[in-house]
């Protein structure tokens, strides 16, 4: 499940910000020994620019280490600032030497390294904490006006873009859950994996987004008509959506082989280790059962398109002629 | 009228061949690679061991051609080099003492052999204290004797006053090894000239050259010029990392993931998009047991609405025909490519060029200076260590750096 978050009465209760080199540059930290000053008016922004918009990406992770959860640093480090609230200052020190130990590709630009402590987010009942991460590695440029009494000059200035977070990430104080945005680690992707260490949370944003691909892979390897249609009339059949449910009304059309070979496939493109019995409601994934019940393949090359939700094809006969192939089509429309 | 040689029916060989491989156009790479491609793998590539290898057998005549183009692109390649005066004040002249230098008798080209001067340099005057200095020399050695191609170099200094800055700088483009004396002397005689006039403090330039750093900075002024200039230059890649043990004058310790490099290594080339994590760049106690020969880096560029990428290649280069490596060959940049994304003019592209020429010149003396005030201030803080007790001194915190940008 997704963690619903209620972030109405979320304040920022502590802001520290240090500047992080880049190691391979061996370029060095600047740490500050003191919270950052803040107003209710930065508040509005530190809440509305970068803790909304990497908690309502919906990106949820889960804090991992190899043996102990306990050794993550990211856990270790937000647990005793929610255990004790002075502890805050310290602990981002940590935190930010602990980022430039990370940042070791060259392309990771160095760049202030925000940490803030955020209040009174809730969930269901629950009043929890969240710590943000958010490193800036590179500063938009914008335009200002200067008075200048005879004329009004344009000048250039660099600041921190609230547009779009760079490098995100926010801690809650429960569970190990961690949700991370980094709209530029293509290339570097140290963030996620050498920095904070976390692995995706199984939620049901994700299993829409696999069940969905294992659906449409599997409607491409069925190969007869009539055979696909079978398949699209199981599917739509359910309620109640599994990759265990999917292997087992797929079984008649595709080999074990075939189903585990996509299955294995999308768990490592997404990065899941996947729980076959997780399941999501049909309705949740009509969109992509939409898409396979609607298109039947004919040949090779040659698909049908049925978009009239009242129409259902219920057979299809597919005969080789010496010009090339015939299909007779029955088509019905439901309620008739 | 000379006999001209039909270079696709050439097979040199013997003594010629031997001459031509062991003059300092061919390098060890050329033979290297041409031995290869003939089925001999030799693990040093040493021309004491590849030239009688290579000797001993028949090139064909593409193969001959090959090291011959190769040589010829790779001298043909401008290749620049920086250093500076300080001005004894901001209000000074510098287009007479030029124009008397150039109009005298002085002559850079001087007792270089198998050239000819086809364009003498003429100073122009730019009006934003900026003179440039052009030239061009005919090569008539080997590849005439060879090839009766006539192969022309071209050189440039370039000297300005930027701003307010209390300095002359100077950005030396060269081409082949000569053109890389000429342009030596052309900047040596200039710094008389205004010292002479009174214009500069002394007519000592100064250079980033490899003695300059001490062993660890070398390859950390090297890493961070990966970091570009501002918005202009940013990195897109480091293609490639030739290191090399030649100059390194400290023996390897016994400690086995060095150790290996004993008489094994002399250059090793490390690419790949990982390079940043293998042990011999990443960490810091290494630095001392190598230095970087050559880097060549993307970086994404703009300048106003052109972007694109350029690929630049850093290393230190000498004049110096000494065999043994000269510890005071001077860093060196390259252009190696430059890939705008849109079609654009010739003009437009010579503009561009030269902006990134000056982009690359300010980084690498930023990131010089800055190498050169961090040693400063950790020789300070060691000095009041020293002074203040005679405690154990206590070693400076890693992590806190003051910013230097």
């Known amino acids: ?74 856990k270790h480090y937000s ?28 392309n990771i630009g160095g760049g202030e390294f925000i940490e803030i402590l955020y209040d ?8 929890i904490q969240a710590i943000g991460l958010f490193k800036i590695e590179a500063k938009n440029s914008y335009l200002d006006i200067k008075n ?83 398949f699209s009339e199981a599917l739509a059949n359910e309620d109640i959506l599994s990759i265990n449910k999917l292997r087992e009304i797929s079984s008649p059309f595709i080999e074990k082989n075939n189903f585990d070979s996509i299955v294995d496939g999308i768990g490592v493109k997404s990065g899941l280790v996947v729980d076959a019995d997780f399941s999501v409601e049909a309705q949740k994934l009509s969109k992509q059962v939409k898409q396979v019940i609607s298109k039947t393949s004919i040949s090779k090359g040659v698909n049908i398109v049925v978009t009239e939700p009242d129409l259902k094809i219920s057979s299809i006969d597919v005969q080789d002629t010496e010009f090339g192939l015939r299909a007779i089509i029955d088509i019905k429309k439901e309620g008739v | 009228m000379s006999k001209q040689i039909d270079l696709k029916g050439l097979i040199p060989s013997g003594e010629e061949l031997r001459i031509l491989l062991n003059s300092h156009h061919i390098s060890d790479g050329d033979i290297n690679s041409t031995l290869k491609e003939k089925g001999v793998f030799c693990g040093n590539s040493d021309k004491i061991i590849s030239v009688p290898l290579l000797t001993a057998m028949l090139l064909t005549s593409d193969e001959y051609a090959k090291i011959i183009d190769n040589s010829i692109s790779r001298s ?26 150039f109009s005298s008798k002085f002559n850079p080209f001087e007792d270089i052999p198998n050239i000819e001067v086809t364009k003498r340099p003429n100073p122009i005057f730019d009006k934003n204290n900026i ?104 990195l897109d890649n480091v293609n490639e990392m030739v290191i090399s043990r030649e100059a390194s004058t400290i023996p390897l310790p016994d400690d086995p993931q060095v150790s290996w490099m004993n ?14 994590s293998i042990f011999l760049i990443s960490d810091e106690k290494y630095y001392q047991y190598y230095f970087i020969d050559n880097m060549i880096l993307t970086y994404k560029y703009e300048f106003g609405t052109n972007t694109g990428q350029v690929k630049v ?11 043994d490596f000269d510890r005071n060959s001077e860093l060196t940049f390259e252009i190696i490519g430059i890939k705008n994304e849109t079609n654009t003019t010739a003009t437009v592209k010579k503009n561009l060029e030269s902006d990134i020429l000056e982009k690359v010149r300010i980084l690498i003396k930023s990131e010089y200076e800055k190498i050169i005030k961090e040693r400063n201030q950790e020789s300070k803080v060691l000095e009041s260590n020293e002074k203040s007790s005679k405690k154990k001194q206590k070693q400076p915190d890693l992590f806190v750096e003051s910013k230097n940008d």
């Open chain 1, 79 to 106: 647990s005793l600032v929610f255990k004790d609230e002075n502890e805050f200052v310290a602990a981002s020190v940590a935190v930010a030497k602990h980022l430039y130990i990370s940042s070791t590709h060259p």
């Open chain 2, 131 to 234: 003179v440039r200095i052009k030239y061009e020399i005919k090569r008539k050695d080997f590849s005439k004797d060879f090839l009766k191609r006539e192969i022309s170099f071209e050189g440039e200094v370039l000297v300005q006053k930027k701003g307010i800055d209390l300095k002359i700088e100077f950005l030396s483009t060269h081409t082949s090894k000569e053109t890389e004396t000429i342009n030596q002397r052309i900047s040596t005689a200039i710094a008389k000239e205004l010292k002479n006039s009174g214009v500069v403090q002394s007519d000592i330039e100064s250079k980033i050259i490899f003695s300059a750093f001490e062993e660890i900075e070398r390859v950390r002024f090297f890493k961070r010029l990966t970091v570009g200039q501002g918005a202009f230059l940013t």
């Open chain 2, 76 to 101: 043909s390649k401008p290749k620049n080099k920086i250093s500076s005066l300080e001005l004894v004040g901001a209000d000074v002249d510098l287009n007479e003492p030029l124009k008397n230098l």
């Open chain 2, 313 to 323: 290649a850093f290393f230190f280069s000498s004049s110096s025909r000494k065999k």
């Open chain 1, 1 to 74: 499940m997704n963690t619903l978050l209620d972030l109405g009465a979320a304040k920022v209760k502590k802001v520290i910000v240090h500047h992080v080199g880049n190691k391979f540059r061996d370029e060095g930290v600047m740490l500050s020994d003191a919270e950052s000053e803040h107003d209710a008016t930065l508040d509005d922004l530190l809440l509305k620019f970068f803790l909304a918009p990497v908690v309502n990406s919906e990106n949820e992770y889960l804090l991992n280490h190899e043996s102990d959860i306990n050794l993550n640093l990211i």
């Open chain 2, 263 to 276: 008489q094994t290594v002399r250059h090793m080339t490390i690419d790949g998009d990982r390079l940043h």
């Open chain 1, 148 to 230: 200048n009494h005879h004329a009004i000059n344009i000048v250039e200035k660099k600041g921190i873009s609230v547009d779009s977070i760079q490098k995100g990430a926010v801690v809650l104080s429960v569970d190990n859950t961690v949700f991370i945005v980094d709209n530029l680690g293509k290339k570097t992707k140290y963030w996620l994996d050498s920095f904070i260490k976390a692995i995706p949370k199984n939620t049901t944003k994700k299993y829409v987004q696999i069940l969905g691909s294992v659906t449409k892979a599997i409607a491409n390897k069925i190969s007869l008509p009539q055979e696909h249609l079978n």
């Open chain 1, 120 to 127: 009174g987010i809730r969930i269901n009942d629950l009043e």
